[in-house]
């Protein structure tokens, strides 16, 4: 949920008029999932709910999305004998609420006065309860955090005085409906193969930029990965493989090559800013020549306002993440730019849009000390979310998927 849902929501926001009549509600099937049907009425309430959200991209395209994925989830749930409790339920309905600074039935008001019916919400909170069981008995007990891991993600966070940085090497695989499997097998044998051929394979592989040198990246600031990556990176040996991690679209596999540690303190972060500018073309020549030109004329991120002034406003994403809200291919990215610095090095929707991507700044965080308790339970809770997205794909690769 939280990849879409930055609220923004306040009363001010709702949009009067939205709300379909009885009449205007269709319920013929629009999609179906395996054995589970999804009616055009849900498509329709979860658009509209996501237009209230102002959430980023295409909403038609977002709703199906997600609403394939919640029977996938409900679906692997009922398989392993959960059901999330009412009180499961309404707690979570709460704290979506709370996040727009609103009680639940002030929430739910805002949402009727939008066309919204209380029981889309509802089945929306009930999947991603359902999903979180379901991770938590199918990987909890998998999960062993090592003292060194600790120590690392501490240093790395400026705990314990030191700044880590690493250097290491990165193949992208780009998904799309009609190759998940191929993809995972092509993973799995990078993943197996030797920290020497890893370098061949992206080269031959590799969709990101650094595929020409071999998926070499330069050496980054531990602190600058996101917290899900870093526990990915900082968990390996150096000359190891990571497990494919799964990512928007994409499947990436990350080699630590080396890491060095420095006595000065690590900067720690809590909230990065920036824009991502969506550019139709994906990575063709025309659309990097244009994302050239915008690179020229822009300095800030205040500047791509000027740059998308006229066009749909879903083109222009900006806003203020904490690390762990950050999408990890995007995170990635930002890990290697200075404020003020551009990478055209992502696409969205399978390779057609191109994202110009500019770091606004990091927030430092002046909280002090992390008990290491605490960041045990940081390195778990990453742990579980890779595990959550890569067993959503496999069961994605595996359902039996129909649009009507």
């Known amino acids: 949920m939280r990849h879409f849902f930055r609220l923004c929501l306040s009363l001010s926001l709702i949009v009067t008029g939205l709300a379909l009549p009885l009449h205007a509600q269709n319920f013929s099937p629009a999609i179906k999932i395996n054995e589970q049907v999804v009616t055009k009425y849900e498509l329709d309430q979860r658009v509209a709910m996501l237009r209230l959200f102002r959430a980023p991209g295409d909403p038609a395209t977002i709703a199906v999305d997600q609403l394939i994925d919640d029977r996938l989830r409900l679906q692997a749930a009922k398989e392993l004998g959960i059901t999330p409790s009412e009180d499961a339920i309404a707690a979570g309905m709460e704290e979506f609420a709370n996040r727009a600074n609103l009680s639940t039935e002030q929430f739910l008001q805002a949402l009727q006065q939008g066309g919204i019916a209380p029981e889309t919400f509802r089945d929306f909170v009930r999947a991603g309860v359902a999903w979180r069981e379901v991770v938590r008995a199918k990987f909890g007990p998998r999960i062993n955090i090592s003292e060194q891991e600790i120590d690392r993600a501490l240093a790395s966070g400026g705990a314990s005085g030191s700044a880590v940085e690493v250097l290491m090497s990165e193949i992208f695989l780009p998904v799309t409906p009609g190759n998940e499997a191929e993809v995972r097998a092509l993973a799995e044998r990078i993943r197996r193969g030797s920290a020497s051929g890893f370098a061949a394979a992206a080269r031959e592989n590799s969709s990101a930029p650094s595929a020409g040198a071999g998926g070499r990246v330069n050496w980054v600031p531990a602190s600058n990965l996101s917290p899900q990556l870093r526990s990915v990176i900082l968990g390996l040996r150096p000359g190891q493989i990571s497990e494919p991690v799964e990512m928007d679209g994409q499947i990436a596999l990350f080699l630590l090559r080396e890491v060095k540690e420095s006595k000065s303190r690590a900067p720690n972060y809590s909230a990065v800013e920036y824009a991502a500018y969506y550019m139709a073309g994906g990575r063709s020549a025309a659309t990097l020549a244009q994302a050239a030109k915008v690179k020229a004329r822009v300095d800030t991120c205040d500047d791509l306002y000027g740059v998308a002034k006229g066009q749909p406003d879903e083109v222009l994403e900006r806003g203020v993440k904490t690390p762990n809200e950050v999408p ?22 399978n390779g057609q849009t191109l994202v110009f991507l500019m770091l606004c700044g990091r927030n430092f965080d002046m909280s002090g000390a992390v008990s290491r308790e605490g960041v045990a339970l940081d390195i778990q809770n990453r742990r579980l979310s890779s595990y959550s997205d890569g067993y959503l794909q496999q069961l994605r690769s595996e359902a039996r998927i129909t649009r009507r």
């Open 328 to 349: 990890a291919d995007i995170a990635l990215e930002l890990a290697k730019l200075d404020a003020g610095e551009v990478s055209t090095a992502l696409t969205r929707s």
